[in-house]
């Protein structure tokens, strides 16, 4: 009877297995090339107009029910909050570890950095705040420098004009490494503050994205007393950095997407809009300009 049972289990297990084999031999079938080059030369007789699409009449009452309900989006919106501010500690650990943050996603995050920055980065009492608003067209990297040397203070000059013994150049690409390698020298005991986060809204803005603003980005960033939080809007925002200049960054990224409306960021654009309202003809030929191909601007400049 042993024997009878151990025959029995053995061939169910010989017949699992053929079939298992079979199987496999079928899905083997399906990855082959002749799979893929079958060609079917018969036409669909399916129809758009077969698709089952919802009439305006359904969509609409399911629009305003959507609108009607602000509590719910309000209550979801307040949990995303919370989710982020519990990765704030986080974010500050890696600053401390030597990375800089570059944060991405749809809508402003202006809000989200800031909260960051008086939540944690303004209780440092060894840091420093900067911000800089990126999205302004008026902003210069001139300025961005001259502000970074004015709050470097050595504790022995705090008193005096000039507040420290970093060497100013005309050429502001020399004038940012030596700001760098100042900050790397300098005994931190003798300044009067060790760390300095520098919050960037929008580092890709218009006036940012030259190729010299972001080089010295990238070199203000390699220093390890000055901790980058920046953030990116534009969708090639990536592109504008090499592979050295993304090896000095040292960018760890966080995703934060919010759906806001870019209120402040484009509150400059709009002024600028209602400035030139008398003279639009000239704004619609740059838009059409800069859509054409090198070729195309070049007959017209002939």
Not at 160 to 189: C, E, F, H, S, V
Request: with cysteine.
């Amino acid at each position: 009877s042993d024997k009878k049972s151990i025959t029995s289990t053995t061939a169910k297990i010989l017949e699992t297995a053929e079939q298992k084999n079979e199987s496999d031999e079928e899905h083997d079938d399906h990855f082959k090339s002749t799979h893929y080059l079958r060609v079917n030369k018969k036409i669909s007789k399916a129809k758009f107009t077969a698709i089952d699409c919802l009439s305006p009449n359904e969509i609409i009452p399911l629009k305003h029910k959507a609108i009607a309900n602000p509590v719910n989006a309000a209550s979801k919106q307040a949990n995303l909050d919370t989710l982020r501010r519990e990765k704030y500690q986080t974010w500050l650990m890696q600053l401390k570890s030597g990375f800089n943050l570059l944060f991405y996603g749809v809508g402003s995050k202006k809000l989200i950095l800031e909260d960051f920055a008086k939540s944690y980065c303004c209780h440092d009492p060894n840091g420093i705040v900067i911000r800089i608003n990126g999205f302004f067209e008026d902003v210069t990297i001139r300025q961005i420098l001259d502000s970074l040397n004015n709050v470097i203070i050595e504790k022995d000059k705090k008193r005096r004009a000039k507040k420290n013994t970093i060497k100013t150049d005309k050429d502001i690409t020399q004038r940012a490494m030596n700001i760098a390698n100042y900050l790397d020298d300098a005994d931190g005991d003798n300044l009067e503050y060790k760390y300095y986060y520098m919050f960037v809204h929008n580092i890709t803005g218009k006036v940012l994205r030259k190729s010299k603003i972001q080089r010295i980005f990238s070199i203000l960033a390699n220093c390890r007393r000055i901790h980058l939080i920046a953030s990116i809007d534009h969708i090639h925002s990536l592109l504008l950095w090499d592979r050295n200049e993304l090896s000095q960054f040292h960018w760890i990224y966080h995703e934060i997407t919010t759906y806001k409306h870019y209120f402040e960021e484009t509150e400059f654009e709009q002024d600028e809009t209602i400035k030139v309202a008398n003279n639009g003809r000239d704004n619609g030929l740059e838009h059409i300009m800069s859509s054409l191909t090198p070729g195309h601007r070049d007959i017209i400049q002939i």
